[in-house]
């Protein structure tokens, strides 16, 4: 994406007037960013990311396209600089860079007992709460490419020879993105003491045909003795596998993809074994695969050193929407159901099938309904018309996958009597989303279903529906049908640690706190982004399949002071929690509730300020976490920001636990002890640190509440 020059500009004169001498850091601070690349460069961006367009495969460049921005609530009169790590919206307990870019979480690992992060930007910390960073790390490149996502290993065996006697190298392997024709090719830096990663001459050591290639996650595959690479094909919406004995010579494995979630470019996957239900015994693949703007998917299954297989019975949900709530109304498995009515040329068909631009992609089993036809006999008005037998509505929710469409001319319609009660239109994609329809009011009352495309005739794309659901829990609209990582607006290429020194009984992520849609327009002056809490995965089984579970890293509860704690109260109404105010937004809340009436919907309204909040809460009509950030403070910097996020979830004996996490200008949510996660952004003013509990339509029970405010982990810095 490029800027005019006028923007360039400014952000060099606004960098250079902030810049924050050496000699201002002590032992344990950031060391000055004196180099000529990394966070603090303008000519030269790293770690940049793609642009929320899926039309585009251009990456946005970070440090030209963030502007640092300035508090619109402050006077004209000239403002003290605040104390570093403190200042407007600053994490306090997350990482975040001393100032300019952090995106994608590279290069994570542990060696020596140290846990390495890096983002073309490089921080160290003993227990992955506590970050010191370090010099960017990066030297001896011509400045011709920018640094795109990738990893770094520890070469214990010297197989790339870049050792030196009993010394392994450190490697890092990297997309280049050629600032002239965007092509990217997959480099090499080498480093002997992990501070300073020097450019291999003979790079690139991995080309492709397409131009997009990129966000290499390597590891040592022992039962083969070969490196393993994991790389995306951004476009075709696909993950390649490649092998290596010495880093600088890799052959081509397999594939994998497209399937899942496919609207938006694939990008910074990784793959890693995990234990199902604990069982050493019984050991999955994960493969993870980021899709712009900002969600996260992955898949279940084996890898036996050349290729991943999906496992069906694992991906069941996935595949089948076996565990799916609600009770199918059509499904067209065995194609048009008996007594759907059709005008014109109508086919129940597959994927398979000679569709051309029609075909579907992310449907649920086999077949879909389609308007395409290979010779359509419209009726008089031009219409290919589908039409359900009647049923009496007796659900809160129809849901249902579409694609297609686009216009008034392809539409899906409820129909009550003569009325058009609801409508739903595709995209004009190929590529299926869910529609949710709430149904409440019309409870009882006797209706069908009607598609009618006149599209199907002319030069639109046809309709296709799949799996028609009456239910009581929605489906986002929206949102593709695939295993989501997390739930909220704000969560994204996510990669796991590596273990060098084999001392971790568990597999930890790290994931950037982000969304494309805003990424470069937060109201932030220190910089641009954060990384979201650590996290333990675990793999569960679940009715549909196998589920990652994702926990906080118990460290954080070091960080704990000034807690209450409320016994078992009913709620009813608003309950301001006067017995928690925290003195600023960095606290962390435990509470269970039970469920005493089916119609309730509750939880808590947080960083209140008037008529502001962002509230997270349940809603036991429709079995639905949510996280609500549709009236937050300082919210008009991005008109995509105001959100509303959800997501299905069981009670568990009838409870439901919130695990809340809230840091300055972030909200992480963990339901049910980390069954489903909801990831935000929040930018509240400093003073809106009012916390209510609510029960409404209905009261609950709250049966534990524990509080704590968290220390910054910046004191001593």
Known sequence: MRLVAIIVFTMILLISCTAVPASDAGPTSFASQSTTKGTGDMERPTNAQ??????????????????????????????????RYSELYRPQYHFSARNGWLGDPDGMIRYKDIYHVFWWGHAESPDLVHWSQRPDPMVGDDGSFVYYSGSVVVD??????????????MVAIYTMHNKASGHETQGLSTSLDSTSFHFYDKNPVLEAEQDAFRDPQVFWYKPTGQWIMVITVPEARQVRFYASHDLKHWDYLSEFGPLGAQSQVWEVPDLFPLPVDGDPANIKWVLLCGMGPNREQYFIGDFDGRSFTLDSAANSYLLTGVSLPGMVF?????GLPTGWQVIGTISAIGVDSDLARARPAGHIGAEVLSTAGINPRPDADGAVKVSSPPFVIE????????????????????????????TAYGNNTTYMHWINWD???????KAHLELVDKTAVADGRPLAVDQIIFSNVPMESSREHANWLDFGPDYYAVRTYRDYDNAENRTVTLGWMGN???????????????LALPRELELRSYPGGLRLMQRPIPAFEQLRQHGAELGKFELSGRHPLQEFVPARNTYEIDVTFTLTDPDATFGLRLAQGGE?????????????????RTHPENADFSGKFRKYATAPLEPQDGTVQLHIFVDQSSVEVFANDGERTLTALMFP????????LFSENGSTVVNNLRAWELRSIWDAQ
Do not use: C
Request: proline share 9%; aromatic share 8%; glycine share 10%.
């Open 330 to 334: 059509a499904d067209f498995e065995q």
């Open 439 to 445: 149904v409440s009011e019309f409870k009882g009352a």
């Open 395 to 422: 659900h809160t929710a129809i849901n249902f996958l579409i694609a297609g469409g686009g216009d008034p001319a392809a539409q899906v319609n409820l129909i009550i009597g003569d009325d058009v009660v609801r």
């Open 612 to 628: 502001h909040d962002v509230t997270v809460g349940y809603d036991a009509r429709t079995s639905s976490v949510f996280l609500d």
């Open 156 to 169: 214990e065996h010297n197989t790339s020879g870049f050792g030196d006697g009993d010394k392994p190298p």
């Open 685 to 692: 003013d400093p003073g809106s640190t009012s916390i209510e």
């Open 516 to 530: 494309w849609e805003y990424a470069n327009a937060v109201p932030t002056s220190w910089g641009k982004g954060a």
């Open 50 to 83: 793609p642009a929320a367009d899926a039309a585009t495969e251009t990456r946005m460049n970070p440090t030209v396209a963030v502007p640092v921005a300035t508090d619109t609530r402050a006077t004209a009169a000239p403002q003290p600089t605040p104390p």
